[in-house]
């Protein structure tokens, strides 16, 4: 189960997925990031981490994630949202935006502050909300899953019942 972050005491072991959102108003959408990792059995570390709020904590743990031994980078954020590509100028691992709907702009602001990127520093910007966080989620399971076959067969088998959970014909009564 997906814990609230942070973590009072960081994972002995540095998990491969870091789930870093702006704010603990964050967590109810990346949330679905986290469960879709744990449906997957990926190891994540869930942290706030506020661009403008607590710049420090993003310089630290962006600059030293590759060293700390996480692979995948999935960062959360509403408004004037600057977490993502932040982080993905401190490291050179892959980094996939979620904007986070906000309340004054339904989370267009947070979709064009991580989309636009100007070329050479990438990120990439999945939709607003939770199939984002949840995209965000297997896109980082599908990078891992090209080094681990045994990742590689339970996301198979997670489409295959996605899949197979569609019915052929709508139901009134659903
Ligand atoms: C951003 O500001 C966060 O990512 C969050 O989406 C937004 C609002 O934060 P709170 O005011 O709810 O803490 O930094």
């Given at each position: 189960?997906?814990?609230t972050?942070?973590?009072e005491m960081p994972?002995?072991?540095?998990?491969?997925v870091?789930?870093?959102?702006g704010?603990?108003?964050?967590?109810?959408?990346?949330?679905?990031?986290?469960?879709?990792l744990d449906?997957?059995g990926?190891?994540y570390?869930?942290?706030?981490?506020?661009?403008?709020r607590?710049p420090?904590r993003?310089?630290d743990?962006?600059s030293?994630a590759r060293?700390?031994?996480f692979k995948v980078?999935?960062a959360?954020?509403?408004g004037?949202?600057?977490?993502?590509?932040?982080?993905?100028a401190?490291?050179?691992l892959?980094?996939?935006?979620v904007?986070v709907?906000s309340k004054a702009?339904s989370?267009?602001?947070?979709?064009?502050?991580?989309?636009?990127?100007?070329a050479g520093?990438?990120?990439?910007?999945l939709?607003?909300?939770?199939?984002?966080?949840?995209?965000?989620?297997l896109l980082?399971?599908?990078?891992l899953a090209l080094?681990?076959p045994?990742?590689?067969?339970r996301?198979d088998a997670w489409?295959a019942?996605?899949?197979?959970?569609?019915?052929?014909?709508p139901?009134?009564?659903?």
């Amino acid at each position: 189960m997906a814990e609230t972050p942070p973590a009072e005491m960081p994972p002995a072991e540095t998990p491969p997925v870091a789930i870093i959102m702006g704010s603990q108003s964050d967590w109810a959408t990346m949330r679905a990031a986290a469960e879709t990792l744990d449906a997957l059995g990926v190891a994540y570390d869930a942290r706030i981490v506020s661009a403008h709020r607590t710049p420090k904590r993003l310089y630290d743990f962006a600059s030293g994630a590759r060293e700390a031994g996480f692979k995948v980078i999935i960062a959360g954020a509403g408004g004037a949202a600057h977490l993502p590509g932040m982080a993905a100028a401190m490291t050179p691992l892959p980094v996939f935006g979620v904007p986070v709907e906000s309340k004054a702009l339904s989370g267009q602001d947070s979709l064009l502050s991580i989309v636009q990127m100007p070329a050479g520093v990438p990120v990439g910007t999945l939709a607003i909300g939770k199939a984002g966080a949840t995209n965000a989620a297997l896109l980082a399971a599908a990078v891992l899953a090209l080094a681990d076959p045994a990742l590689a067969e339970r996301l198979d088998a997670w489409r295959a019942a996605q899949t197979g959970s569609v019915a052929d014909r709508p139901r009134d009564d659903a």
